[in-house]
């Protein structure tokens, strides 16, 4: 399930930084991005969930828990790439963009 997790996340950021190239120049479009990322886990968590057994309704609950946590730091980590882009731009290591 770590896998599916971190795969969902991966193909959803590698989406949202396709469709949304402010995003490393853009505070709040990184933060929306990193939320976006965040927000792929529910599909997993409610299916990690309702596979262990629990209770629909439940499930769903804990689920949304669990991503809104995820897509909160998430928010945090991704309002942060502009900086770190920018640095990287600055040392050559990245093209500009």
Same mark, same amino acid.
């Given at each position: 399930?770590?896998?599916?997790?971190?795969?969902?996340?991966?193909?959803?950021?590698?989406? #949202?930084? @396709?469709? $949304?190239?402010? &995003?490393?120049?853009?505070?709040?479009?990184? /933060? %929306?991005? !990193? +939320?976006?990322? =965040? *927000?792929?886990?529910?599909?997993?968590?409610?299916?990690?969930?309702?596979?262990?057994?629990?209770? #629909?309704? @439940?499930? $769903?609950?804990? &689920?949304?828990?669990?991503?809104?946590?995820? /897509? %909160?730091? !998430? +928010?945090?980590? =991704? *309002?942060?790439?502009?900086?770190?882009?920018?640095?990287?731009?600055?040392?050559?290591?990245?093209?500009?963009?």
């Amino acid at each position: 399930m770590q896998l599916a997790k971190f795969l969902c996340a991966g193909i959803v950021g590698d989406l #949202a930084f @396709l469709l $949304l190239p402010a &995003a490393t120049r853009l505070f709040p479009v990184g /933060a %929306l991005a !990193g +939320a976006m990322i =965040g *927000a792929s886990w529910f599909p997993v968590a409610l299916l990690f969930d309702r596979l262990m057994g629990m209770d #629909a309704d @439940l499930a $769903l609950r804990h &689920a949304m828990l669990k991503t809104a946590s995820a /897509a %909160l730091f !998430g +928010a945090f980590g =991704g *309002a942060i790439v502009p900086l770190v882009s920018r640095r990287l731009m600055t040392s050559g290591l990245i093209p500009r963009s």
